[in-house]
């Protein structure tokens, strides 16, 4: 594939500094833009000063007062998407007249960092109006999480399926910044991935649909000095010293550090079956995970502002912490397989998205509201994590949601100093153990079926409602990660996991895909460092014929269901295709005796690699190998 990166992280040197171009043509051009948005007497009310008064205008918005600071965060916002989509558009005009066509435009989403995901949906927030606006360009990722891992791994699924959500019909996901080094950057070994990390990020990454990964830095290099000295301490092209890339999987000198051989095992896994997972889609439960682009829009704030402080800091407690490391985390765990859907500015169909789990926080738009009022009415199940909104974005009350729920919010009580907040469950959550929480929404909950209470003054944080022919389950506290309550309330939803396995130790990711024709993979991956033996099954039904499975510490496999080549049908396989020829199929061993079960009318030669057993029209391969002696298994067909 060939395409042209527009620019690199467009918005993101000014979120991560707070500080907005603000310059007097971009202050002009904001003006103009809300005079475009707004009549003039809606305008006169939301800014008290002159829009059209060039130094009246600059002192208003660089430090504006209190009376307008919710109005201007996010009018700031929606304009910045605006002024990034326009230079986009503007790049790829030039490059359009340059003869550059008939290619993707590419932009990359900036957001990752510290290991974790959970700022990334700023830069969807401020690019998806950049990569939405025509046919013809293709958002990428930058993924940096180091290890995924049990802390993580809800992390890079959530992102990849936010993406997803705002998406055209015609822009597959791709991750143009993929990290696959050791991230040993600063050359301190301080920061050292586990070699699981590319495998685990790629094959995740593969199973939710990416049809791009481009791996950075692959290799290393140096850094030349220049012709001219600069003065500047080193002379070199670049600031990272003579050599750059140190931690990439192929050192400046050409070196193969340890992360290089299990990267290049996944890859060959990968490409052994690309032309079956280029064409398969993620399976998903009847579920999704809501996401609110305004609820990441908090990239600029006035620093001296009360009112900004209030809304940002709210959204930011709970747009994702309890909600991904909790709800989201529980989820995955439990064997939900789930996208995302834009429930702000796209359609929720019941038919098409029977249940939505959705993070909320004390702030959502009215038209949000409404629009999942109508939702619940119209049959939709609703998992609501979080706070039940009581304002609008801007700050003025609205309790649509709340009155559909019957329930009137009554006060926030926090854990803290001699106060040792304590939930006790009810109703359907019984009987389980009390548990600390550090904050809990309490409410006069009407005719609702309570499910949590604080454990001293008895107050509702927790209910379950009818709302027209649906029903929300809402959890305005800060609860434990207990997969069964959330698989418990799902189901009551309308949701269940298809897709399961018996491992009490919990740690597995797992998901599938599959083509239009039926041929499937399953991916799993052993988030921990130790072996787990596993049942699987598939809609209630026993998969590899009820054949216990042991999954490898940090270890993942990709294992075929149905999936046909030349002739031969693997119906399924406790080991992974490694390569595919006409007269061979190679795989990669991971049991102590894997099983291939074959139908097919071609001749499967003799090996003293493994046996052969016929029953009925199934063929049985049964390896002589031990997948931690020998891994390689080929099978071979007679011509």
Known sequence: MIGVQLDNEIGMLSWVSNSPDLTEHVLEDFAGWLQRKYDAGTLGRRYPFKLDRKEEREQAVRSPREEYAAALLHDLGYYMRHRFAKYVAELR?????????????????????????????????QLYESYTQAPGYLSGSDIYFG????????????????????????????????????????????????????DFKTRMCIAQGNRLLNFYLFSGGYNYRMDQKLGDGNDRIAFTGERHGFAAPVGPDGDLNYTYPRMARVNKTVMAVADKLAVMDEERDAVAYGFIPDYYMTEYKYPHSTVMKDIVTNLEANRNAGAWDIMARAMLLAGYRFGSVDVQNKPIDPQQTPVIALPSARYMHAHIQRKLVAYMEAGGGLLLYGEVPLYDMEGAPCT??????????????RDGGHYYLSLCAEGWAAPRPEIRAYYAQTFDHGKTQPLLRVYDTREVCAFEAAVGDGKAIVIASAYRCDIPLFRTALERL?????????????GIFMTSTATEDGERFLHLLNLDGFDKEIRLYDRGAPLLEGRPFVLSSKDGVMLPLDITYHGVKIVYSTAEIAQVSEDELAFRLTQAEDVIALETDRRIAASDAYSVRQDGSTVYIISKKHAKVDDRLVIRFAS
């Not at 649509?400 to 009580?413: C, E, H, M, N, S």
């Open 400 to 413: 649509i949601l709340a009155d559909a729920f019957g329930v009137k919010p009554t006060r926030t009580l």
């Open 494 to 506: 309308g949701a269940k996991a298809e897709l399961q396995h018996d491992c009490r130790d919990h």
């Open 93 to 125: 005009k030039y490059a359009e007249q340059s003869g550059v066509t008939g290619i993707p435009f590419l932009v990359n989403i900036h957001g990752t960092g510290n290991g974790r995901g959970k700022t990334y949906p700023i830069g969807i927030s």
């Open 147 to 198: 290890d995924l891992n049990m802390d993580t791994f809800q992390d890079l699924y959530l992102i990849n399926g936010f993406m997803d959500a705002v998406h055209l019909p015609d822009q597959p996901l791709a991750s143009l910044e993929f990290n696959c080094g050791d991230g040993n950057f600063g050359e301190t070994y301080g920061s050292r991935y586990d070699p699981s990390a590319v």
